[in-house]
């Protein structure tokens, strides 16, 4: 069972830190952090930390925190026992005639580690470039070259999927820098993607024309219902694997929701003036982008991952119904498209 240490430091004048510290369950361990009686660093287990941390912002005013830091753990030894201890009950003033507190809902990391880890992936920095270049080379080779090891390593970069999981995380926090810097970022890659692919198509139709049939690329040009229930489940399966800090299981979502791919044979087909496989390759692209939106919202919703506060969980709430009905008529629209196409 994996661990979290959350280190405090308080301003003088906030109070007993350590009475406070003691008034907080879920905890397996604390101890003082220095000699000022300032810090104090707490053993939790890893899905309880959000209710440890915004425990701690409850008992404490905003300008009273000088600073919440939050640590995994590798391992502890000896084993710690994983219960309330006695004087955590004694200092809660926990009875047999108490009813237990009910447990949130959201168990895994912290909301604030998941936005540290998301929010990454909003950011347009050089080597979020540098992996959009490589990658549309790679999956623009692969694809018309029909090999398949080369397509899924370009997968495997995926640097399209971080922008669509923070914007799915923006909207369940309410979050409209986070939302607007994904858009941007999301709006970048897919650009410089179909830029690059465009000038390979352009190219290579012009040197080797005929040659851009293969199966890897074809199977981009069409897309079935099968294709968005692949999408559905590949975009709940990234967010739970973040969202309970096992990062590892992305590597085969990558694989299974690929974004880059059908991105790259749109600009393929253009360059080449296939305007028809070009929309079919377009339409794939749009039903992975809103199913990984739409399962991510309801994955985050499932795990109850929202703001702290009332007014923040007030408008996170009214931008998650928005957008859940935008994306839910988006993939009716897309289905509807899909039928026309297959008639």
Known sequence: MSHRIIQIHVRKGAGDLAQKVKMIDRTVDCWPVGPDGLSY????????????????????????????????????????????????????????????????????????????????GAEITTSYILLVVFSTIVAGIGL??????????????????????????????????????????????????????????????SYWPGELNGPELM????????????????????????????????????????????????????GAGHYDLALGAGLLLAVNIVCVNLSAKLVFLFKGVQPRTWYEKKKAKRAMIFYMVFWLLSLALLGYVIILRNV
């Open 219 to 270: 199977s981009r040009t069409n897309v079935g219902f099968d294709s968005i229930a692949l999408a559905l489940v590949s975009g709940a399966a990234a967010v739970l694997s973040l969202a309970t800090g096992l990062s590892s299981v992305l590597v085969g979502v990558m694989v299974a929701v690929a974004l880059l791919p059908p991105g790259a044979t749109i600009g393929i087909m253009l």
């Open 144 to 205: 018309i070259e029909n090999n398949v090891a080369v397509v899924i390593g370009a997968m495997v970069i995926a640097p399209l999927l971080g922008p669509n999981l923070a914007l799915a995380l923006s909207t369940a926090l309410g979050d409209l820098d986070l939302m607007a810097g994904a858009l941007k970022t999301m709006a970048v890659g897919f650009l410089i993607a179909l830029a690059l692919s465009f000038s390979l198509g352009l190219v290579w139709n």
């Open 41 to 120: 660093a707490l053993l939790v287990r890893t899905q309880d930390t959000q209710n440890v941390t915004d425990r701690l912002q409850e008992l404490f005013l905003k300008n009273q925190i000088v600073r919440i830091v939050l640590q995994p753990v590798e391992a502890i030894l000896p084993k710690p026992a994983d219960k309330i201890t006695t004087e955590q009950v004694a200092a809660n003033g926990d009875d047999k005639d108490k009813k237990p507190k009910a447990p949130k809902v959201f168990s895994g990391i912290s909301r604030d580690e998941l936005y540290a880890d998301v929010s990454r």
